[in-house]
């Protein structure tokens, strides 16, 4: 028997009769619809991206949001250095 996907806490359990996690039992319905962890559909995957490369480029843009804005607040005489708080 291979390892299948909990259906309700969606990790995969050593066991076909309850999920070896969460301890939820399974009826034969629920073993019709689990899918067995070779066949997990769930991607990993964020548009064309892996979720870790999707990650590491939303932080990358927002320093650049981050960056951007702080160059043009300066730039306009709106930033720190030109509100006279020192």
């Not at 070779?38 to 480029?57: C, M, N, Q, V, W």
Request: aromatic letters at 10%; proline letters at 5%; charged letters at 20%.
């Amino acid at each position: 028997m291979s390892a299948i996907i909990c259906p309700f806490c969606g990790r995969e359990s050593a066991s076909q009769d309850y999920c070896t996690k969460c301890r939820t039992r399974f009826t034969k319905e629920v073993r019709a619809i689990a899918y067995p962890a070779e066949d997990d559909p769930r991607s990993d995957r964020i548009g064309p991206f892996s979720t870790r490369t999707a990650k590491y480029l939303g932080w990358v843009l927002l320093v650049l949001l981050l960056v951007a804005f702080v160059l043009a607040t300066e730039l306009t005489g709106n930033g720190l250095s030109g509100s006279g708080l020192r």
